[in-house]
């Protein structure tokens, strides 16, 4: 069966220090990956999502990026954390015929 | 672009009442359509999903929803709740056709459940 992994589950960084969230899935070939944002007390916000290796789109403009280094790992970064970019970060996997269906059990990334 | 509404942000109600979470999506074609589920401090799990077919859709834990076009609105229902459905309820639409079908998330309803 299929499964995804996120790590850290919780992280506390300091303003202008880098990130570096990771996201794998077992169990699958070429999924199309998903990274969400969610803010305390909202909705999901998509962040980044690819259909293969090395291919990114970006949703929001921002101080974060991702990578797919691999087939089944994505990777989210950012070189300077800003306060903002507080929140529970989710990965997601899904078939590529269809949405994502399976989240990761998250990221709680605080910034002081 | 896809939407979605959630128009209750908290709902409260006693173990063993029915439960009705309401969701309108705004696409222009068939929809895909989901529910999930979210525990504090925890990832979503999927309940269930349309894509197309029987409007009426059977999810896990007791869950089912249901389809009208018509309406736009694709509510979740339950029986008889139980203590343990306190969590956080998101619908989301995704796009029949694209090459990544992303997915659309209602901003959610927080659960309550008294004894």
């Known amino acids: 069966s299929q499964t995804i992994h996120q790590w850290p589950a919780t992280l506390v960084q300091p303003v202008g220090s880098p990130l570096s969230l990771e996201c794998t899935v077992e169990?699958?070939?070429?999924?199309?990956l998903y990274w969400y944002r969610q803010a305390a007390g909202r909705g999901l916000q998509l962040l980044f999502y690819s259909v293969g290796i090395g291919q990114i789109s970006s949703e929001v403009p921002q101080n974060l990026s991702a990578s797919r280094p691999q087939d089944r790992q994505f990777i989210l970064s950012s070189k300077k954390l800003l306060l903002s970019d507080s929140g529970f970060y989710l990965c997601?996997?899904?078939?590529?015929?269809?949405?994502?269906?399976?989240f990761g059990d998250g990221t709680r990334l605080s910034i002081l | 672009a896809q939407s979605v509404t959630q128009p209750d942000i908290h709902i409260t109600v006693s173990e063993g009442a029915s439960l009705e979470l309401r969701c309108n999506y705004s696409y222009g074609a068939t929809p895909y359509l989901f529910w999930y589920v979210q525990s504090p401090g925890q990832g979503l799990q999927l309940l269930l999903k349309?894509?197309?077919?029987?409007?009426l859709v059977q999810g896990i834990k007791g869950f089912e929803a249901e389809f009208k076009r018509s309406q736009s609105s694709f509510n979740l229902r339950k029986p008889s709740v139980h203590w343990s459905d306190a969590a956080e309820y998101f619908c989301a639409v995704g796009a029949s056709s694209g090459s990544a079908r992303q997915l659309t998330f209602g901003s959610g309803t927080q659960l309550t459940v008294l004894p």
């Open positions: 349309y894509f197309s077919g029987d409007t």
């Open positions: 169990g699958t070939s070429n999924p199309n």
């Open positions: 997601a996997w899904g078939d590529s015929d269809y949405q994502p269906q399976h």
